[in-house]
């Protein structure tokens, strides 16, 4: 006997990328924390590390959202077409993103920012591992 598809797992994606928005809240908090004890950058390092990491935040929300737009197996070339189109939106965020931030921002710590993108993009391929 065969078992019926799974319903879609919206919902748990939903829940994860509240998480995601607490870890992007604590990763600013400690951020701060840093610079204000150890740092003294004048907050340079946490606003760099903040935008970094709302950056990809963005990216991988705006992704979600082209992705479960349609649900259904009925709907199912919408939904590879979209995720073809999220991604494409996700990249073309990041680097016309990356571009303006570092064009109208200063001063401004490029370390700081890609560490605050990186520890966002990890954190997000640890919860998309835990949804599998």
Do not use: N
């Amino acid at each position: 006997m065969t078992k019926p598809a799974k319903r879609t797992q919206k919902d748990k994606i939903g829940i994860y990328i509240k998480r995601q928005a607490w870890l992007l809240f604590i990763l600013i908090i400690v951020a701060w924390m840093i610079d204000i004890s150890w740092l003294h950058s004048q907050l340079i390092i946490a606003k760099s590390t903040a935008i970094g990491a709302l950056l990809s935040f963005i990216t991988q929300a705006v992704f979600a959202f082209f992705v479960f737009w349609y649900t259904g197996y009925r709907a199912r070339r919408h939904i590879v077409s979209l995720l073809y189109r999220g991604q494409m939106a996700k990249w073309l965020l990041t680097v016309f993103g990356f571009a303006l931030i570092f064009i109208t921002v200063q001063p401004l710590s490029a370390p700081a920012l890609f560490i605050g993108f990186m520890v966002m993009q990890i954190s997000h391929s640890w919860m998309l591992w835990h949804i599998r």
